[in-house]
Structure formats: structure tokens, C-alpha cells
């Protein structure tokens, strides 16, 4: 079976360390690339999966169903685990993180004060561990839930493009809102694949007077006109177009697009307050969590959004509180107090708001946070950075969460995990993220759809019907099963999807 071929994942502790070609927590920079460009061993490895995934039996989802939304933040540039949400107190920690015990939970009170006093409302999974160690290769991983390399991996849609397409049949007439928004990421978000483009990211950039798109610069009398007009010329061409798929997901871009125009309350989901900005962080992260906040309290349709934050890659001065000469991107504490501000205020202002069903939107709403990949450990480098890590931390809040809850324990200098903390008994991976998100949403993660174009069977987690990949759903109770120590192998490595 494929199994042998595979290497425990906690197994490489090095960032450099070389295991195995097959071995996806080892590879680097060039070893994925020389990986890549081998098609004997892509043909090698999928006849092993194939041969693997045989002796599998089909996995039933255990759905958790108590979220109508997700935001979805990711942090791009990789944080540091071991500086924050999985703090590992050292010679190199700086006396002003306050490192402060929290019913035994380790945090940088210092770094993240407000966070700290909320602790309670979230969870964090520490054994977390990232196939390979190229920023845009695990950027584009963590928001479709498969290899990009492989060949569904090239035409595979977001997360939140799968979240919006799962509850387009659930929107009502007056929800106006796109299912999937997307904010803070400058462009930099993967789309809808081959999915419709109706479920495409609506990517925009969080400002306090809102969106000026939404009202036409001649006025509305004079745009209904000229909107009346083009219908009468193409409107037959766009539904049921006899050109194609393209023409009539173009129709249903215009429509929608028109429904948002000139609505008040579609235009006061992208609107906040200079008092609100101020509490949020004065900042692109922050003003993106407040349009988050505006938009699932709104219940205009938004389903899934995501929210990009970048500026975590400290190769180099990751203390340092003001900017040096060769410095590229702002030291750890400007990022902390911009996630502090912004994610802190999120939480509390969704706690404090009505849900739909009866409890608060924070309780409808799964907010996940985390990175594509984490930093060295123990002492900084020479050049007062950490570079990149397979080892790295997952957050959820809200959906059903219970706060305050840890899975997973790592090593005193947080390098691997020793402790799973959950029921698969080993490292949790982008696609547990997934299958998690998924679950909690009621959505079916082990769903196969017959419409790609290949031919081959689009799942919406690869090899999750097979059980190789699975929610965390340990972070939904309140008691679970220790997990054993040390990590067993139990049913291998990581599957390429």
C-alpha cells in the first residue's frame, strides 16, 4: 500500500531537512519544483494513492451544523507560532511580550492584550503542520484544500466560491450581497475555478465611506436608463445564450450587480464611522473586520469572507518596533496590535449582536484564523528573524466553538507536535481546515461533483470519502478522548489532491 511510502509527518523537525521526494512536510523551495517537474514519480504517486485508497472504506460526514457563516483570515507571510499562539518562552523572548499564564494556557499578554482577555471565546490548534515551504504554493493550498500543482488543483475553487455555490439555494429576494466577499487582498485571492463565476470572490477594499461602485457618477435616473437600453438589446442572449456559458454567467453578474445598486442596505454593509475605525485599528485589517461584521450582521447573502493580512514573513529584526533601513516588512509588534485591534473588536462586537436563530451572530459565525506556514524556533537567526517552518497554529472562534479549548501540544521550543490533541491522532492539515469549515456550516465535506472538466470527480476535500482527511471536530465538545503520545502513524502521510 501507498502507506509505506509516506513518512510520519512530525518526523522533520529541520526547515531544510530533506526526507523523502514523497514526503510532502519535507520538501522546500527546490525540492517541490524538482518534485513537480517529475512526471514518473506523478505517475508512480498516483497509482500508489490509487492502490491506498482501496483498502479504504467510504468515511460518512459527521456534519457539526451550527454555523451560517465563516470568516476566513489569513495571514499571509507565515506568523510566527512560536511567538504567539503558541508561545515558547526562551532566552530570545523580549521581556515585554509579559508572557501570562491564562488556566494554563501560555500567551503574550504583552503582544495582544485584548486577545488575551478573550481566550475564552477561541481555540487553538497547535499541531498544525504545512506540506512544503513556498508562500504562493501554500497560500493558494490553504484556500482551495489540495495541492495547486496537482491537476484539479489548477482549475479548483476557493473555499468560499464551494460555500457560496452550497447556499445559493438558500438566498432569499432581498439578500443582495455576492455569497463570497473577499477584502484586503489587493487581488491576491484565488477564485472560483471552474465553478460559475456567479460565485466568484467580490474583492474589494474596505474604506469608511463605502463603496463609491454602487452609485453610477451621472445618477440613478440616467443610469436605470441606459440600463433599460442594454437589455433591450441583449437581454435574449443572455439567458440560455446560444454562446455560450460565458454570456449567461455574464447576465448573472450584471444582474446582480445591478440588484446592489442604489440599496441602502447593501450600501450600509461597506459604510463604518471614524469612532468604529478607530476601535478596529485605524488600518486595512481592521476596516476589512469591520466590513465582515457589517455584512454577516446584515444577512444580505454573504456567506463566506475572507480577509487577507499580510506582512508576516520576519526573515530578519522580528522585535523590532520600528522600522530599519533594510527592513521589508513591519516587525511582529505592529502586526499583532493591528490583529489585535481588529480581530478583538470582531469577536466582541459579534458576540454582542443577535443572531438569526435566537443566540448571538458570534454563535452563527465560525471565525478561523491562521497562516500558510510557521517560523523557526528557539533563537532568532543572525539576522534577528525566523525564516520558514513546517510547524504552525490554526484558530476558530464562534460556530459552535468551544473557547478556550487547546488541541494539540508541541515540543519546549514548539519545533513539533507531541500531542495531537484531537480524534485523527495526528498533525492537522490545510484540508482538516476545510473539512472543519465545511462541517460547521453543515455542508457535506466528502461531497464528489461530476463537473469538472476533467472528468475526473471534483471533491470538495480530495480523499476525505476515504476518511484520510477529516474535521477537527474535536473543537466543538467540551470533553474528548486524550490523544495518544507519542504521534502514531495511524493510516499514514499526506494524500495529494
Known amino acids: 500500500m501507498a502507506n509505506k511510502y509516506y513518512r510520519e509527518l512530525n518526523e522533520v523537525d529541520s526547515p531544510r531537512g530533506i526526507t523523502s521526494p514523497l514526503t510532502g512536510p519535507a520538501l522546500g523551495r527546490r525540492e517541490f519544483f524538482k518534485l513537480t517537474g517529475a512526471g514518473v514519480t506523478g505517475m508512480f504517486l498516483s497509482s500508489a494513492l490509487k492502490t491506498d485508497a482501496a483498502a479504504k472504506t467510504a468515511a460518512a460526514p459527521n456534519l457539526i451544523n451550527r454555523a451560517r457563516n465563516c470568516i476566513f483570515i489569513l495571514m499571509t507571510g507565515a506568523p510566527s507560532h512560536a511567538d504567539t499562539f503558541d508561545l515558547k518562552v526562551g532566552s530570545w523572548t523580549p521581556s515585554d511580550f509579559n508572557p501570562t499564564s491564562y488556566n494554563g494556557t501560555m500567551f503574550p499578554q504583552g503582544l495582544m492584550p485584548n486577545l488575551a482577555e478573550q481566550l475564552n471565546k477561541f481555540a487553538i490548534v497547535r499541531s498544525m503542520r504545512a506540506p512544503a515551504l513556498v508562500h504562493p504554493l501554500q497560500q493558494t493550498w490553504a484556500q482551495i484544500a489540495r495541492s495547486p500543482s496537482s491537476a484539479l488543483g489548477k482549475v479548483a475553487p476557493n473555499l468560499g466560491s464551494v460555500v457560496a455555490s452550497e447556499f445559493e439555494s438558500k438566498r432569499t429576494a432581498n439578500q443582495k450581497l455576492p455569497g463570497f466577499i473577499s477584502l484586503n487582498t489587493g487581488g491576491n485571492v484565488v477564485g472560483a475555478g471552474y465553478f460559475n463565476g456567479l460565485y466568484s470572490p467580490f474583492d474589494v477594499t474596505a474604506a469608511p465611506a463605502g463603496l ?13 436608463a441606459r440600463y433599460e437600453a442594454l437589455k433591450a438589446l441583449d437581454s435574449r442572449l443572455r439567458v440560455n445564450s446560444p454562446i455560450g456559458d460565458d454570456a449567461t454567467t455574464m447576465g448573472s453578474f450584471y444582474d446582480r450587480g445591478k440588484s446592489m445598486m442604489y440599496d441602502p442596505a447593501v450600501d450600509a454593509v461597506f459604510k463604518f464611522t471614524t469612532e468604529e475605525q478607530q476601535r478596529y485599528g485605524n488600518n486595512g485589517f481592521g476596516n476589512s473586520c469591520l466590513v465582515a461584521r457589517n455584512a454577516v450582521k446584515s444577512n444580505q447573502g454573504a456567506r463566506f469572507i475572507q480577509i487577507q493580512m499580510g506582512g508576516w514573513d520576519h526573515h530578519q529584526d522580528i522585535y523590532a518596533k520600528s522600522e530599519t533601513p533594510n527592513q521589508t516588512v513591519p516587525g511582529l509588534y ?154 502514531s502513524p495511524r493510516g499514514g502521510g499526506r494524500r495529494i489532491g
Open 334 to 487: 505592529n502586526q499583532c496590535t493591528m490583529l489585535d485591534n481588529g480581530l478583538s473588536s470582531l469577536l466582541t462586537d459579534l458576540a454582542a449582536s443577535s443572531g438569526v436563530n435566537g443566540g448571538t451572530l458570534l454563535d452563527e459565525t465560525l471565525v478561523v484564523w491562521m497562516g500558510e506556514f510557521g517560523r523557526t524556533t528557539g533563537p532568532l537567526t543572525n539576522q534577528d528573524g525566523r525564516d520558514h517552518f513546517f510547524q504552525h497554529f490554526a484558530c476558530f472562534a464562534g460556530g459552535g466553538v468551544v473557547g478556550g479549548k487547546i488541541i494539540g501540544k508541541t515540543t519546549d521550543t514548539g519545533s513539533s507536535t507531541i500531542e495531537a490533541g484531537w480524534s485523527a491522532n495526528r498533525p492537522a492539515q490545510y484540508e482538516d481546515v476545510a473539512a472543519t469549515i465545511y462541517s460547521a456550516l453543515g455542508i457535506d465535506y466528502t461531497t464528489v461533483r461530476n463537473d469538472d472538466p476533467f472528468g475526473r470527480g471534483f471533491e470538495y476535500v480530495p480523499f476525505a470519502s476515504q476518511g484520510y482527511w477529516q474535521p477537527i471536530n474535536d473543537l466543538f465538545v467540551r470533553t474528548s478522548t486524550p490523544s495518544r503520545s507519542p504521534i
Open 212 to 224: 463609491g461602485s454602487l452609485a453610477n457618477a451621472d445618477g440613478q435616473v440616467k443610469f436605470e
